[in-house]
């Protein structure tokens, strides 16, 4: 379930308002839209503004007292579900239908290793692991460095391919490219999703040779 549909009824339909007003809505509005007092939607607009997904914005001259309006901030667009991964999958299956499964593969190791030297400065006094955790968290995997029998590791709970990967294996280079461009380090993928597995679980190895280093 999305972030979306946890949220209840009435917030949902404010941010659909919103949604299909860009330029913004006012209190009024909103209560004729969503049939509830004005205190009960600005109870909900300061939940909302204060999670970051609505915001204030310019305010609409009436004639009278300005009209405080609110619309959607970036990242409360970001809420409503993009069905990526059935585009991603399509866009794949026609690279490797065109070029072959070898040079998807070479693509993708590419991508991910460019898009992870982005992400390569670590912080002094950061150890790898906990370095690669938050550059995957960002990423929305929902990652956690941790020690296991004497070694370091990353554990990813959510699988930001999951659908993708199931049809596509070899989505997970990407993921292997991208973390040893950031780490510098060697990734060893000891535990899968897709292949079973309760986390995707990657092993800290030994450092690589520049320019990865």
Not at 102 to 117: I, K, M, N, Q, Y
Not at 197 to 205: A, L, P, Q, Y
Request: aromatic share 6%.
């Amino acid at each position: 379930m999305g972030r979306l549909q946890r949220l209840g009824g009435t917030q949902q339909r404010l941010l659909r308002h919103l949604l299909q007003h860009p330029s913004g809505a006012g209190v009024e509005a909103l209560c004729e839209r969503l049939r509830i007092s004005h205190n009960a939607v600005r109870q909900h607009l300061a939940a909302l503004i204060g999670h970051g997904w609505v915001q204030r914005c310019a305010s609409q001259p009436s004639g009278g007292r300005p009209q405080a309006r609110f619309q959607l901030t970036p990242q409360g667009r970001e809420l409503f579900p993009r069905n990526y991964a059935q585009i991603s999958s399509a866009l794949l299956e026609e690279m490797a239908r065109r070029l072959g499964p070898t040079e998807v593969s070479a693509l993708l190791v590419s991508l991910g290793s460019r898009l992870g030297a982005g992400h390569a400065d670590r912080p002094d006094g950061t150890d790898v692991a906990t370095h690669l955790a938050a550059q995957l968290d960002q990423l929305g995997y929902e990652a956690l460095a941790v020690d296991r029998n004497g070694e370091r590791e990353i554990e990813a709970f959510n699988c930001v391919f999951h659908a993708l990967a199931a049809q596509q294996p070899q989505v997970c280079q990407f993921d292997l490219a991208f973390m040893e461009a950031a780490s510098g380090h060697r990734i060893r993928h000891m535990e899968c999703i897709i292949r079973g597995g309760g986390v995707c679980r990657f092993r800290i190895g030994e450092k690589l040779p520049p320019p990865f280093a």
